[in-house]
């Protein structure tokens, strides 16, 4: 038996993940959670062998709830699932102890073998995003200048390129409105970058939204 906790804010996506996983395989047993709160009192109450996370929740998101997985439970396997396409987050979820990076639009039909797979100790990345792995470790591909940043620098990035005015950040990252201006500050220079404005066309640019 494979336990699996699916972490989503959506009840309609837990339920449709834990629908696939039924049909597909029996083997697997699925919990659910809302928040990172409850993910971490539920793998701190149970064992489970897979968690799929939700990079999009509500509050801590989920390179935040990642990084407190990994220091509260390093052996716990994580399936990061995203709505996000690979070359916005999955290097950086990798990078940072995610076992496997799976987008929303791939679930139905991958979500399985990647929990299979995950749960045996390996690592579950689509052709693309190996390649691209492949290319980094090698030094053959050039790294944007975002890959430079932070993690917290980079979500302040990527939220900027949505639209979002520095409250609505603060709110998001649970940071004061001063301290997402001196992140703000400290990627226009690392980007080499003037206003807000050019942060927004170079996340278009990139492909970063």
Known sequence: ?????????????????RLIAKEQASEIE????????EVMEKIRQARYDVLVLDISMPGRNGLDILREVRHALPSLPVLILSMHPEEQYAIRMLKSGASGYLTKDCAPDQLVPAIQKIARGGKYVSDIL??????????EANRPPHELLSDREY???????????????????????KTVSTYRTRVLEKLNLQSTAELIRYVIENNLV
């Not at 005015?165 to 409105?177: D, F, H, K």
């Open 1 to 17: 038996m494979i336990r699996v906790l699916i972490a989503d804010d959506h009840a309609i996506v837990r339920k449709g993940l």
């Open 30 to 37: 699925v919990d659910e959670a809302e928040n990172g709160q």
């Open 130 to 139: 190996a390649e691209q792995l492949l290319f980094n470790l090698t030094g």
């Open 155 to 177: 979500s302040v990035l990527v939220l900027i390129g949505q639209g979002k005015t520095p409250t609505e950040i603060a709110e998001q990252l649970i940071l004061s409105v």
